[in-house]
């Protein structure tokens, strides 16, 4: 009988952030100038690694491909977030709302695989440095790339799968800013006990044990160079130090969200933001600042395009 009572949800009303016309407008600036210096960012990085041949090596080849993967992660909520700050009712249809969630999880689950992948390259540059443009040459590159996007499509596929058929009744309205898995589940007009414990267990528990597999294996690199040469563990502080801040940036967000058992609307909103706007700001700036190489080569592209210019 409850089943026949189900009406078609053509679309979702997203509650937003604040009804408040001066928060408003001061979220519309915040997020409009790190949206665009996110993109420009990454952009840069990757037409800098693309354009320099010093820096066609497999470090940086993983370093363009993050920038690129931070360029979509920010493009597929934020665009619409903008757009939605002045609007009295914030609203996405409901194939726009599956695909929101389905290209979030692709990004992000390409993202968790590509930083083991750059922990990985880390470890055999520091471990083994004589071997590694033989272990970590273009191909092995490319196929790990080639794997990462697929474990990604295969990790959102997973979870959408179970979700897209299910019932709604009137309700409708999703207390967020974009389209969150876990809230368009509470929608539903069906138990959905077991589908939120499959959705934590494959988002919440993947995203911790990603986090603590690579926090071990970059404990278990500075405990190896420490053991081959005391004076080279600094060194490897600091090469690993933006790695680090990055994984700790990108996966305390996914785990607090996924793994906390009580929902905090706010609080969910706030790591929402974080992980969206600030993170994918953040990743360029973390890694251009604390890169000398990556300076450099910023630096010469840079007189480059301004001689050009001058020319004419």
């Not at 080279?232 to 700790?248: C, E, F, N, R, Y």
Request: net charge neutral.
């Amino acid at each position: 009988m409850r089943e026949e009572n189900h009406s078609v949800v053509s679309e979702f009303v997203l509650v937003g952030l604040t009804s408040s016309l001066e928060i408003q407008l001061v979220l519309f600036l915040v997020f409009s100038v790190f949206y665009v210096a996110g993109i420009l960012g990454n952009l840069l990085i990757v037409l800098t690694v693309v354009s320099d041949s010093q820096l066609h090596s497999p470090m940086y080849f993983l370093l363009a491909n993050l920038s690129f993967i931070d360029m979509w992660v920010s493009s597929s909520v934020v665009p619409k977030m903008i757009s939605d700050v002045f609007k009295e009712r914030k609203v996405i249809s409901f194939q726009g709302c599956i695909a929101q969630m389905f290209f979030i999880h692709v990004v992000v689950g390409t993202e968790m695989v590509l930083l083991i992948i750059m922990a990985l390259d880390r470890y055999v540059a520091i471990c083994r440095p004589l071997h590694y443009l033989i272990i970590m040459n273009f191909q092995t590159c490319i196929l790990l790339l080639v794997a990462a996007w697929i474990i990604g499509i295969i990790h959102s596929l997973i979870q959408l799968v179970f979700v897209v058929n299910l019932p709604f009744c009137d309700h409708n309205e999703m207390d967020s800013f974009y389209c969150d898995l876990p809230r368009f589940i509470k929608l539903a007009c069906t138990d959905t006990y077991r589908l939120e414990l499959m959705v934590s267990a494959d988002s919440g528990f993947i995203s911790l044990g990603t986090f603590f597999i690579l926090i071990i294996s970059y404990i278990f690199i500075l405990i190896t160079v420490w053991q081959h040469s005391s004076s080279g563990l600094s060194k490897a502080l600091s090469t690993l130090s933006a790695h680090i801040t990055v994984v700790v940036l990108f996966f305390g967000p996914c785990i607090f969200v996924y793994l906390w058992p009580f929902p905090m609307v706010p609080v969910d909103k706030f790591l929402g933001i974080f992980y969206v706007v600030i993170t994918p700001f953040m990743n360029p700036a973390i890694y251009t600042f604390r890169n000398k190489e990556m300076k450099v080569a910023m630096r010469r592209r840079l007189i480059q395009i301004l001689s050009f210019r001058e020319l004419f």
